[in-house]
């Protein structure tokens, strides 16, 4: 069973920056595609943004492109980041990270479309992110 846990949550004012991570554990000799999801108060989960296995053609949500980057960190046991700059309120929420599921065994690629929650299977516990004056 995959898992993921998130870090880097927490506090900033608007216009601040913060910088989430996400680790998965379980194969700790492969990497896996990996979006990022947030699910602000009162409101369904959306996704932010997903990253194929090989760090190629990264997706970004229209609502936050030329503010947030998706990258994988080679350097860190292939962790993938979350960059989020100019943080407004609106941004507030809970940030999950997810594996989508296999296809025909294996997990190479965002899926598409890859902000259907339902396209994945393997979620972190989320790390809260709170913009405020």
């Known amino acids: 069973q995959l898992q993921v846990v998130e870090s880097g949550g927490g506090l900033v004012q608007p216009g601040g920056s913060l910088r989430l991570s996400c680790a998965a554990s379980g194969s700790t000799s492969e990497s896996y595609p990996i979006s990022w999801f947030r699910q602000a108060p009162g409101k369904d989960r959306r996704g932010i943004a997903c990253i194929n296995r090989s760090g190629s053609t990264p997706y970004v949500s229209d609502s936050v492109k030329g503010r947030f980057t998706i990258g994988r960190d080679n350097a860190k046991n292939d962790t993938v980041y979350l960059q989020m700059n100019d943080l407004n309120v609106e941004d507030t929420g809970i940030y999950y990270c997810?594996?989508?599921?296999?296809?025909?065994?294996?997990?190479?690629?965002?899926?598409?479309?890859?902000?259907?929650?339902?396209?994945?299977?393997?979620w972190g516990q989320g790390t809260q992110v709170t913009v405020s004056s």
């Open positions: 997810a594996i989508p599921k296999a296809v025909w065994g294996r997990r190479e690629f965002c899926p598409l479309p890859w902000n259907r929650d339902e396209r994945y299977d393997s």
